[in-house]
């Protein structure tokens, strides 16, 4: 069966500083992988989407990247957080032409 | 564009009880699809169902069902005998057909279901 991994759980960083989050995919290849950021109080927002390796494509401007090294290995990037990149990070795969996306557990990001 | 409204902020019902949770959707595309997704406190999105718009069949998963009514643009998510641990936040989300990577899934503000013994 498939699973989803993402590290860290919780994450509390001062502003200017870097970020990486990584997530990765168990029990399957080459599937779709997402970034998600959901606000206090809202709902999910998609940050970046990737169909492959090195293959990203990035929904709204903002000072956060994506990179995916590898087929299951999903990076979230900064090179300096801003206090509204505070959030929870969701990764979530699918496969390709398939309508379901799984959820990984999230990462809760707070920059003071 | 796409557009998700969840009017529920909040919705409490007893345990064994039916619930409905409302959802109602806007777009101009001819096939999308309808999903429902469960937030408990631990963060995790764990999804529940899924309706195409192409089907004429309601769809239902065990103690979940959704009630789609196109005319209206609605689907709203019944949970037949209520469980303590259905105790989360629900949200409706839509994604356009065909799926491809780049159509994202649009979600509603959610609503939160208390389930009291």
């Known amino acids: 069966s498939q699973t989803i991994h993402q590290w860290p759980a919780t994450l509390v960083q001062p502003v200017g500083s870097p970020l990486s989050l990584e997530c990765t995919v168990e029990?399957?290849?080459?599937?779709?992988l997402y970034w998600y950021r959901q606000a206090a109080g809202r709902g999910l927002q998609l940050l970046f989407y990737s169909i492959g390796i090195d293959q990203i494509s990035s929904e709204v401007p903002q000072n956060l990247s994506a990179s995916r090294p590898q087929d299951r290995q999903f990076i979230l990037s900064s090179k300096k957080l801003l206090l509204s990149d505070s959030g929870f990070y969701l990764c979530?795969?699918?496969?390709?032409?398939?309508?379901?996306?799984?959820f990984g557990p999230g990462t809760r990001l707070t920059v003071t | 564009a796409q557009k998700i409204t969840q009017t529920q902020p909040g919705m409490f019902v007893q345990e064994k009880e039916a619930v409905t949770l409302d959802c109602t959707y806007d777009?101009?595309?001819?096939?999308?699809?309808l999903f429902w997704y469960k937030q408990p406190s631990s963060g995790e999105m764990i999804f529940l169902i899924y309706q195409g718009s192409y089907d004429e069949q309601n769809a239902t998963e065990g103690r979940y069902s959704l009630n789609f009514q196109k005319a209206r643009k609605s689907a709203n998510l019944v949970i037949s005998a209520s469980q303590l641990g259905d105790s989360a936040m629900y949200f409706c989300?839509?994604?356009?057909?065909?799926?491809?990577?780049?159509?994202?899934?649009?979600f509603g503000k959610g609503t939160t279901l208390s389930v009291s013994s």
């Open positions: 979530a795969w699918s496969l390709s032409g398939s309508a379901e996306q799984y």
């Open positions: 989300a839509m994604r356009e057909v065909p799926f491809q990577a780049g159509t994202a899934l649009i």
């Open positions: 029990g399957t290849s080459n599937p779709n």
């Open positions: 777009t101009s595309d001819q096939s999308y699809g």
